[in-house]
């Protein structure tokens, strides 16, 4: 691999990474909530999320800060 490559191949995981963090992934910030809460709905037409919001007090604080990124 030359150093050209390798240095790009740096900057795309950098990149990625910082995106990452600022904007959390609710399937995997939710996972806990979701079991918890919503496991009988089915996935398809935002049906997860409106459960998700509906039982917004109760979730964790990853779960919805998670949640307000996708409104952004």
Same mark, same amino acid.
């Given at each position: 691999?030359?150093?050209?490559? $390798?240095?790009? $191949? /740096? =900057? =795309?995981?950098? /990149?990625?990474?910082?995106?990452?963090?600022?904007?959390?992934? &609710? @399937?995997?910030?939710?996972? =806990?909530?979701?079991?918890? $809460?919503?496991?009988?709905?089915? &996935?398809?037409?935002?049906? /997860? /999320?409106?459960?998700?919001?509906?039982? @917004?007090?109760?979730?964790?604080?990853?779960?919805?800060?998670?949640?307000?990124? @996708?409104?952004?």
């Amino acid at each position: 691999m030359s150093k050209l490559t $390798f240095a790009a $191949f /740096i =900057v =795309v995981a950098a /990149i990625s990474g910082t995106a990452s963090a600022q904007s959390p992934d &609710p @399937r995997g910030a939710c996972k =806990v909530d979701y079991d918890k $809460f919503c496991a009988g709905i089915a &996935p398809g037409g935002g049906k /997860i /999320i409106a459960c998700l919001n509906a039982k @917004r007090d109760q979730l964790s604080a990853t779960c919805k800060a998670a949640l307000d990124s @996708r409104k952004k």
